[in-house]
């Protein structure tokens, strides 16, 4: 059974930090570009990161550039998104989602994770 599991998610202050873990079982994560998308309450899904199959290479959406990194552990069949200075527009349900090619077209996701709920609050 193909499954991806989205955790790390919690609450936490502005300016801090969380690392968000994308699990893949059924399936060999690094054949796959992965992605990430948040949405909050109110608002539509909006693309954070993704990082493609083979060289890696990783985009990222403006309101995250320079505080988001996304890397793979291809040994722990594992995604992490490294999320710091968080701010209070951060706050999402964060979700992991595996596609044949590096895209942050939601439409083009096969395969989605639960969801991760990420609340930045003072």
């Known amino acids: 059974q193909v499954q991806l599991v989205a955790s790390g998610g919690g609450f936490v202050q502005p300016g801090g930090s969380l690392r968000l873990s994308c699990a893949a079982s059924?399936?060999?994560?690094?054949?796959?570009?992965i992605g990430w998308f948040r949405q909050a309450p109110g608002k539509e899904h909006e693309g954070v990161s993704c990082?493609?199959?083979?060289?890696?290479?990783?985009y990222y959406a403006d309101s995250v550039k320079g505080r988001f990194t996304i890397s793979r552990d291809n040994a722990k069949n594992t995604v992490y998104l490294e999320m710091n200075n968080l701010k209070f527009e951060d706050t999402a349900v964060y979700y992991c989602?595996?596609?044949?090619?590096?895209?942050?077209?939601?439409?083009?996701?096969?395969?989605w994770g639960q969801g991760t709920q990420v609340t930045v609050s003072s």
């Open positions: 989602a595996g596609a044949s090619a590096l895209t942050m077209v939601p439409e083009q996701y096969d395969y």
């Open positions: 059924g399936f060999t994560l690094e054949h796959f570009a």
């Open positions: 990082i493609s199959s083979g060289d890696d290479s990783t």
